[in-house]
């Protein structure tokens, strides 16, 4: 899904917005990432953003307008994490589902890899999840009505066919780029014939749709969503790219994190079709925050996703390629794979690997 | 969750819904496994019931009204496995979905368990999960329009205060029936503040609302569903009952079976306060139907769990410790868990070891 980068960029204006908790700790890392690249990328130049929780408690808005419109001045933009409170909290609502809206950054890009033991290796876990980020259960249009026997609680699970057809068309097109061209579509159709059913329709019908033949090659698949995550723990290397509504996407690029060892090593970006903001899959981590403990692969693996959908693979091919390195090597890790390092020491073993 | 059996009760009558594929094969077995059990329970009466998506296609209705008429004449059931039509089909909705709330049976429980290398050790996987059943977006609420640019579809997701605490009670009281008495409420509620925060926070209240101190002892947990799937296959030990509304209770129930190696084993059961339905929660596996080789063991494991839930707990223990010999030796498995042998060959293993 890479564009090619406009060859006038002189700089990189990074949008960085660490959240709360660990993205604190990890969006440094990525940065640092970023500028021991030196001059295989346009010089970046980082603008300091804010949003989450903390900032909600302290100043009454999770996500500033500030924030919003200074994005809209950045080539693309990391983001850390953020707590989400589990009680509803009057006035906060999640700033990362809302950049995703107000940005209309529709693909939420996962990749999931195992590293193989040397380069020359396949490695075990091999696949991509594009998880379409603007609608399904994520509108949040819900509500609360008394009946006879209580509470009533409904909400909104919107499916549309342009939302549907642009997902698809991304995950045909990162299908594309892969040697096995393969597309899973996961739904729940068996029980959502109308929404899910509009999703798989729509999807499977691209190749026509679309019609310069271009998606030819690709294979297209599909799994009913329990199953899915059942198969994909026992049979991982059935899948290529799976394409998802929201919800399940969400829940299945967890459960692919599972595959590899640690929610700490999977990066992701949003993607639209004018910006790009690279999120670790992970959360904000509260309980180890602050400790510099924190594991910033999947940070500094956004910022590689980052770059390759900004039109710079070299440059992102550098810092994935050091990063499997360092974990191949498994001398310099954080606790959450087994190791007793900090999170500046892998930030600086990969940093000397690039 | 058992009640005690009715001490006057001569007869059991079972009502018997093999449904599509494998079914045919499986509730044969579990049918079989009851017949031996002889006098531990009162003398079973069978019912032969048709249901499913093969009936659907020959006669033009998936769920008879003779069937749901005949099963309130039973004492409880067993059904095997439906074929859910993909693509939309006019006419044509799912049995069991529908059986679930025509009979009210509002609790799907599923045990997850594996089997240790002796009776005395104890399993690494041994987790119930309790997933309600009549609600959620099962409710089927879904309309189609067509808007500016292109097709929506919505479907709606219900949670009722009624319906969350109800499962809610059914999962404290299951485990207070067991060792480590604690619950783990899976839920989104940092997304979904309205129905899944009606769900927790129902589910949450229990203790304090039923009020006699009943539920003092047990230990309340949360997850977030995605970080839930995550956290189950990595320390899946950390969970003892999990309660979730119907879509996350239904993915989360397949991602556990993965862990104790095939859908093939593990059992249900639909139940409400005055029926209980057996139901393993392996599909109908059009695939392999009608080779004699389909896994029995998930529905004479489901058959065992329904005999638990209709207070016959020595009965289940004869039939639970049978199926778990046979795993254990591992010379008579079916393909799915790297076997060669026949269902039948199964089958007729169980009962010897009876
Ligand atoms: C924090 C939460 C709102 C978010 C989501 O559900 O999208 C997270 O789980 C993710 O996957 O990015
Ligand atoms: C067949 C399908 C409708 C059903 C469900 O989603 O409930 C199945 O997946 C199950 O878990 O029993």
Chains 1, 2 share one sequence.
Do not use: W
């Not at 440094?28 to 346009?42: F, K, N, Q, T, V």
């Amino acid at each position: 899904m890479a564009t090619a980068a406009p060859a006038n960029r002189q700089k990189l204006r990074v949008g960085l917005i660490p959240g709360d908790g660990i993205g604190h700790e990890v969006i440094p890392a990525a940065r640092a990432a970023l500028e021991a690249l030196g001059s295989d990328i346009p010089k970046p130049e980082f603008v300091d953003l804010k949003a989450g929780f903390e900032l909600f408690t302290r100043a009454g808005e999770a996500l500033p307008e500030e924030t919003v419109e200074a994005l809209k001045e950045c080539d693309c933009a990391l983001f850390g994490a953020v707590s989400s409170p589990i009680r509803k909290v009057t006035g906060y609502s999640s700033p990362i589902v809302a950049l995703r809206k107000q940005l209309d950054l529709y693909a939420n890009v996962r990749p999931v890899l195992s590293v193989a033991a040397s380069p020359e290796e396949k490695p075990d876990v091999d696949l991509i999840v594009v998880r379409e980020n603007t609608e399904c259960l994520y509108v949040k249009q819900e509500s609360l009505t008394t009946g006879e026997h209580g509470k009533e609680a409904r909400a909104i699970r919107l499916i549309t066919e342009r939302a549907s057809h642009r997902i698809g068309k991304m995950a045909f097109e990162i299908a594309l780029g892969r040697p096995r061209k393969q597309v899973t579509i996961i739904h729940k159709s068996n029980v959502l014939a109308i929404t899910d059913g509009l999703f798989r329709e729509t999807v499977r019908a691209i190749p026509r749709t679309v019609g310069d033949g271009r998606y030819d090659g690709i294979k297209i698949e599909e799994q009913i969503v329990d199953s899915a995550v059942y198969r994909l723990f026992r049979e991982p290397q059935i899948y290529d790219v799976m394409v998802a509504p929201n919800l399940y996407g969400d829940i299945i690029s967890d459960a692919a994190a599972a595959l590899v060892g640690s929610l700490g090593l999977v990066p992701s970006v949003n993607a639209g079709d004018s910006f790009v903001m690279g999120e670790p899959v992970h959360g904000s981590a509260p309980d180890i925050a602050g400790h510099n403990i924190a594991n910033p692969l999947a940070a500094i693996r956004s910022a590689a996703l980052m770059l390759r959908h900004l039109g710079y693979p070299v440059a992102a091919g550098k810092i994935d390629r050091a990063v499997d390195e360092v974990i191949r090597e498994g001398q310099i890790l954080t606790p959450d794979l087994g190791g007793t390092s900090k999170t500046t020491d892998v930030l600086d073993a990969v940093i000397k690997q690039m």
